[in-house]
């Protein structure tokens, strides 16, 4: 009997690991510095995880700092929102920019480009994020980034 409880406790502490790790993000360059570093590990929220909505990404401020897929790079780009407005359809869309770059991402990025959220704490949008600092280096050495 002891040994079936055992098992149970491993596999549910491989199970919660597994979903919390769904919830990290290795940032992998430094076009969001000195916010977080090419290393650090960001906590999100994701506006779709196993048909869950996490994250409404109709309903995001400006100072938010989001995952999305972008048009003009082929892996997702975490930035910061900087605006939004209405495109002549009359559809939203955001306005996003890494902290670090001198200029605006290239094109606006439309909610459904949305695929998470870096969590925050604290009164304003985007302030006191939650980071691991540097933990995600070994991924990034793995990976050969």
Partial sequence: MTDTKEILSYIAIILIGILLAQHLNVVVSGSMEPTFARGDVVVIQKTNFLGLSELNSSDLNVGDVVIYDATWFPDPVIHRIISKGT???GRLYYVIKGDNNPEPDQVPVYPEQIQAQ???????PGESLFIIPWIGQITLWIRGL
């Fill in 87 to 89: 495109d002549p359809n």
């Fill in 118 to 124: 870096v969590i925050s704490f604290g009164p304003n």
